[in-house]
């Protein structure tokens, strides 16, 4: 089993910025169901997605993050301090770097350069 997306709350004016952060991590804009077009902008990478949700309130967790495994992490930090973003690099955990940078839209996101072993 695979998550397969997640979806994060945002206000409407944070939609172009909050896509061009995802860019950089990866993943690319793809339509949503039609139901949900008005409503939704759906980025994808491989098979998992990230559904940005457009609410009037939004609300950003304090401690819950996403995290997403980059496999070109040195090249992706690179791009994201760049873009003006403050990337916070943190201890490795499973033998891999690791950093935390919020989004435009306050969303705590984690950085990994690889993904930890299977826990059994």
């Known amino acids: 089993m695979t998550l397969q997306h997640v979806t994060l709350e945002l206000r409407r004016s944070d939609e172009g910025a909050c896509v061009a952060f995802y860019e950089l991590l990866g993943f690319s804009r793809v339509d949503p169901p039609e139901p949900l077009a008005d409503r939704a902008v759906w980025m994808q990478s491989g098979a998992t997605q990230i559904h940005l949700m457009w609410v009037d309130e939004p609300a950003v967790p304090l401690r819950g993050h996403v995290a997403v495994v980059a496999p070109s992490y040195d090249a992706v930090v690179d791009s994201l301090r760049s873009a003006g973003f403050e990337v916070e690099p943190r201890a490795e955990h499973w033998g891999a770097a690791r950093s935390f940078v919020r989004d435009p839209a ?15």
Do not use: F, I, R
Request: hydrophobic share 65%.
């Open 106 to 120: 306050g969303h705590l996101v984690e950085v990994m350069a690889a993904a930890p072993a299977a826990v059994d």
